[in-house]
């Protein structure tokens, strides 16, 4: 009966470690006091220099909000996971900052390492002149306005969509798995 419970505890300390490791990470995102302009080159830097841009896309998981700081926010953490956080890959021209908090939300993922971020950017593949991949501009907007952002389309200051904080999502997840994984165990174990 020792064998299987030290067995059981090797497992439970294993699931934990790995919960453990899964609840820290560094992003890198877009200063808030960054100007637009700034932020724009940014981005087009990012998405030309190897950033996976396509989730910022219209029909992308993270193209909503459809402003130029949380578009640029996706593009820099997932050139930074891709450069596996060099130092100096997180700063475009001190336009971008490293968060200790997820920026995940609702169905937008942020990448927290580089195997999540589809892997690294090899070294030397840097663009010198972006030729980034476009954001397709949103409808135009109704006559008598103008875009707020030139003519992308961007709505600079748009309230993030309401969803819970994808670092609570993942923990109530592993403690579901924690459970049943425990549960299953003791009954195979006892029983």
């Given at each position: 009966?020792?064998?299987p419970?030290?067995?059981?505890?090797?497992?439970?300390?294993t699931?934990?470690?790995?919960?453990?490791?899964?609840?820290?990470?560094?992003?890198?995102?877009?200063?808030?006091?960054?100007?637009?302009?700034?932020?724009?080159?940014?981005?087009?830097?990012?998405?030309?220099?190897?950033?996976?841009?396509?989730?910022?896309?219209?029909?992308?998981?993270?193209?909503?909000?459809?402003?130029?700081?949380?578009?640029?926010?996706?593009a820099?953490?997932?050139?930074?996971?891709?450069?596996?956080?060099?130092?100096?890959?997180?700063?475009?021209s001190?336009?971008?900052?490293?968060?200790?908090?997820?920026?995940?939300?609702?169905?937008?993922?942020?990448?927290?390492?580089s195997?999540?971020?589809g892997?690294?950017?090899p070294?030397?593949?840097?663009?010198?002149?972006?030729?980034?991949?476009?954001?397709?501009?949103?409808?135009?907007?109704?006559?008598?306005?103008?875009?707020?952002?030139?003519?992308?389309?961007?709505?600079?200051?748009?309230?993030?969509?309401?969803?819970?904080p994808?670092?609570?999502?993942?923990?109530?997840?592993?403690?579901?798995?924690?459970?049943?994984?425990?549960?299953?165990?003791?009954?195979?174990?006892?029983?």
């Amino acid at each position: 009966m020792a064998a299987p419970l030290h067995f059981l505890v090797q497992i439970l300390m294993t699931i934990q470690l790995a919960r453990a490791a899964t609840m820290t990470g560094s992003w890198c995102v877009a200063r808030s006091d960054a100007s637009d302009d700034a932020l724009q080159l940014a981005l087009d830097y990012a998405c030309a220099s190897g950033a996976d841009c396509i989730p910022i896309q219209p029909s992308g998981l993270c193209f909503l909000p459809n402003t130029i700081q949380a578009h640029a926010s996706y593009a820099f953490n997932s050139f930074f996971q891709r450069k596996s956080m060099v130092p100096g890959s997180c700063d475009f021209s001190a336009s971008a900052t490293v968060a200790k908090t997820d920026p995940s939300y609702g169905s937008c993922v942020y990448p927290s390492s580089s195997s999540t971020a589809g892997g690294t950017i090899p070294p030397g593949t840097d663009a010198t002149t972006p030729t980034a991949i476009p954001l397709v501009s949103a409808p135009p907007p109704p006559l008598g306005t103008s875009p707020t952002f030139g003519t992308t389309g961007l709505n600079p200051g748009a309230p993030l969509p309401d969803a819970p904080p994808s670092a609570a999502l993942a923990e109530s997840s592993v403690t579901r798995m924690l459970f049943h994984l425990s549960f299953s165990l003791i009954v195979l174990f006892v029983f």
